[in-house]
């Protein structure tokens, strides 16, 4: 365990098996799965508020001020 | 700065999402026309209901062709009318009806909550809490207090009938 590093804290070049650059980077399936909660957390608010706060029952209502 | 197009697109998503949140907002305000319970009910004496116009006999009224007026004592521990498990009148409105409650407290702080839906106000002594509501399906509904007020708040509870139309009978059962 304590040799994987060097004293520098960086992993040996033996270690390295490709080397990316920045826009090479393309984490896909996590963008898909915060895709998706987002358009959870939207379906839920969504839910919540038309369907929970404004269609359930009487709803106060009035003229603000 | 060199900024990842996923961290772009997350960026732009959240501020959209807030955009998004504000707006459904505003659209109930404005479109649906939600309001919230202010203070422009007034004040009144609480040690005085008997001798006031509107608390001094609560109950319904009919103020328009279908409009009602609604005033409620809260009073540990029961809601009058509201309260017809110790014997007052429940609340009785039609149905397709715009009723307004007014509702005090000749003592302690409590709470006119319909339990379900967002009929909900604070009930506080001096103040009277003015709340216009839309009822437009017969239903039957409960009515709690649901601020602590004393060892029998718990059992401080009433109903709430919207009756179809053609039933409606003045609201007071007479």
Request: hydrophobic content about 40%; some cysteine.
């Amino acid at each position: 365990m304590s040799q994987s590093t060097d004293q520098h804290g960086a992993p040996p070049d033996s270690v390295i098996e490709r080397e990316l650059t920045h826009d090479e980077f393309d984490p896909i399936g996590t963008a898909v799965l915060i895709t998706l909660y987002f358009l959870i957390l939207v379906g839920m608010w969504l839910f919540t508020y038309f369907v929970e706060f404004l269609g359930n029952g009487p709803t106060v209502v009035g003229v603000i001020g | 700065m060199d900024i990842h197009s996923y961290e772009k697109a997350w960026l732009g998503a959240a501020l959209v999402l807030i955009v998004f949140f504000i707006a459904t907002i505003t659209y109930g305000t404005v479109g649906a026309g939600v309001s919230m319970v202010d203070d422009s009910g007034g004040t009144v004496d609480p040690n005085n209901l008997a001798d006031h116009e509107r608390f001094g006999d609560p109950g319904v009224e009919q103020v328009g062709e279908n409009e009602y007026e609604v005033n409620v004592v809260a009073s540990a521990f029961y809601f009058n009318p509201g309260s017809d498990q110790l014997g007052f009148d429940p609340i009785q409105v039609p149905a397709n009806s715009t009723v307004t409650f007014y509702v005090t407290s000749s003592d302690v702080i409590h709470g006119f909550s319909v339990p379900g839906t967002n009929v909900n106000t604070m009930v506080i002594p001096g103040e009277v809490a003015e709340l216009t509501v839309e009822f437009d399906e017969p239903d039957t509904y409960g009515l709690l207090c649901n601020e602590y007020c004393g060892y029998d708040h718990h059992n401080m509870e009433g109903t709430v009938e919207v009756v179809p139309e053609d039933q409606y009978d003045g609201g007071d059962g007479q």
